[in-house]
């Protein structure tokens, strides 16, 4: 199968400062792609670009198939997205959040209602739905979140540092999450600073000041680094 991301030099600057140094990689369809570096590395930069969101300075970028100059609106039918703050409305009910996103995203009357409800009973949600989103724990916006930016069954999501400020069990709880929507087919493409998450995903990039310094699975870059932990590898990059 072609791949389903394919970034060819992308490169963005911003005046004279670059912030994506002519990147080049591919993801495939249902991988967990892991998009890793140091805050500031240029993640988030590259992940709008990817979005739609944003036009490269230069290089050429596929995303499902279609041209991130020619194409963007496609690009935004075809993709998920939830941010670092988990992109809810704090001043809308549950409820009303997922019908929201249903919304926008384009589903029909009957489907978001059905999925609404379908929504609410797997995630354990009934007992709150009319509760506000700015009530709820941070682990139950984040998991409400992740499963809105899969509401309408979009190819890709892509997840801008969604474990950020949760507990360690939380995040694996998201993670297996993460496993379910990519056994079902949705390629996940996520950027973090946690190094230890780099080990969730079938293929890792790591950024170092708007480059990809490498690039290959978590056992590949371990042994090629002679590492034991991501952590380890992040370091000896960070360093030079």
Known sequence: MPPIIKAEGLTKK?????????????????????????????KTTAMRILCGLS??????????????????????????????????YEDLTV???????????????????TKTQALLDKLGLESVKNTLIRELPLGWKQKLAFSVAILHDPKIVFLDE????????????????????????????????YM?????????????????????TPRGLKASFVAESMDEVFLKLARG
């Open 55 to 88: 036009k490269p300075t230069s290089g050429q970028v596929e995303v499902a198939g279609y041209d991130i100059y020619k194409e963007t609106e496609k690009i935004k039918r075809n993709i998920g997205y939830m941010s670092q703050k988990f992109s809810l």
């Open 196 to 216: 230890d998450e780099a080990e969730y995903c079938d293929r890792v990039s790591i950024m170092v000041a708007g480059r990809i310094e490498a690039l290959d």
């Open 14 to 42: 911003f005046g004279s400062f670059i912030a994506n140094d002519r990147l080049t990689f591919e993801v495939g369809a249902g991988e967990i792609f892991g998009f890793l570096g140091a805050n500031g590395a240029g």
């Open 95 to 113: 409820k009303e959040n997922i019908q929201f996103y249903g919304g926008i995203y384009g589903l029909k009357g009957q489907t978001i209602k």
């Open 162 to 193: 969604p474990t950020g400020g949760v507990d360690p069990i939380t995040r694996r709880q998201f993670w297996e999450m993460i496993y379910e929507a990519a056994d079902n087919g949705v390629t996940v493409f996520v950027t973090t600073h």
